[in-house]
T-cell receptor
Framework: KAGVTQTPRYLIKTRGQQVTLSCSPISGHRSVSWYQQTPGQGLQFLFEYFSETQRNKGNFPGRFSGRQFSNSRSEMNVSTLELGDSALYLC????????????FGPGTRLTVL | KQEVTQIPAALSVPEGENLVLNCSFTDSAIYNLQWFRQDPGKGLTSLLLIQSSQREQTSGRLNASLDKSSGRSTLYIAASQPGDSATYLCAVTQVSNYQLIWGAGTKLIIKP
C-alpha cells in the first residue's frame, strides 16, 4: 500500500506570493490533517478535512486555507506569504478520525525569501 | 490549555544501552498518546499508539507506557543501535477538540 505523498517536496517563494501544497493520503483513508513545523514553534496543527469538509481547525490566520476533493486528496493554500511562513508542512492521513493512528508524508519544505 | 513536555531535549548514549524517553502532559482528558520518530528533514513515522484505556504498547525493541492520571508516558528503547538516532516526539489527542498536541521532541544520538 502506497504511503502518504506530498508535492512538491521543496518550494521557494517570495513575500506576498501565494502557494498551494498537495497531499495524497493512503488509499482508503478519508481524514487528512495538515501541520506546520518550525524550529521555534515545533509542530502545530493547521486543520483537518474529512469527506471534503473541514472538521477541525487550529489557530492560524485566514491566509491559511485548505480543501479536500472527492478522492480524499487535499490541498493547502497560503496567500500573501510572510517570512515567518517558512517551515516544513506535513500532512497526515488516518482511516476515519483524527484520533486514529496518523500516517505522515515526507513534508513540503517551504522557504519564503 | 494542554501542554506536552519532553525531557530531556537531547540525549547521547553508547550503542547497546537501554534508555528511557519521557513525555508529560497537563490535561488527562486525552483519547490517546502517540510516539513518533523523525529523521532529519523527513516526515514522521508512527512508532506506537496507546489508547487512553491502555497502560502500555510494545513493538519490537520499543515499549511505551501511559499513566493518564499522572500525565506521564515513557518510551523505553532496548539495546539501542546507531540507526535509532533520530528525534522522538510524543503527541496527545485532546478529547475537547480531537487535536494532536505535540511535545518539542527529544533528539537521540546513539554512538557506535
Amino acid at each position: 500500500k502506497a504511503g502518504v505523498t506530498q508535492t512538491p517536496r521543496y518550494l521557494i517563494k517570495t513575500r506576498g506570493q501565494q502557494v498551494t501544497l498537495s497531499c495524497s493520503p493512503i488509499s482508503g483513508h478519508r481524514s487528512v490533517s495538515w501541520y506546520q513545523q518550525t524550529p521555534g514553534q515545533g509542530l502545530q496543527f493547521l486543520f483537518e478535512y474529512f469527506s471534503e469538509t473541514q472538521r477541525n481547525k487550529g489557530n492560524f490566520p485566514g491566509r491559511f486555507s485548505g480543501r479536500q476533493f472527492s478522492n480524499s486528496r487535499s490541498e493547502m493554500n497560503v496567500s500573501t506569504l510572510e517570512l515567518g511562513d517558512s517551515a516544513l508542512y506535513l500532512c497526515a492521513s488516518s482511516s476515519a478520525t483524527s484520533y486514529n493512528e496518523q500516517f505522515f508524508g515526507p513534508g513540503t519544505r517551504l522557504t519564503v525569501l | 490549555k494542554q501542554e506536552v513536555t519532553q525531557i530531556p531535549a537531547a540525549l547521547s548514549v553508547p550503542e547497546g544501552e537501554n534508555l528511557v524517553l519521557n513525555c508529560s502532559f497537563t490535561d488527562s482528558a486525552i483519547y490517546n498518546l502517540q510516539w513518533f520518530r523523525q529523521d532529519p528533514g523527513k516526515g514522521l513515522t508512527s512508532l506506537l499508539l496507546i489508547q487512553s484505556s491502555q497502560r502500555e504498547q510494545t513493538s519490537g525493541r520499543l515499549n511505551a507506557s501511559l499513566d493518564k492520571s499522572s500525565g506521564r508516558s515513557t518510551l523505553y528503547i532496548a539495546a539501542s543501535q546507531p540507526g535509532d538516532s533520530a528525534t522522538y516526539l510524543c503527541a496527545v489527542t485532546q478529547v475537547s477538540n480531537y487535536q494532536l498536541i505535540w511535545g518539542a521532541g527529544t533528539k537521540l544520538i546513539i554512538k557506535p
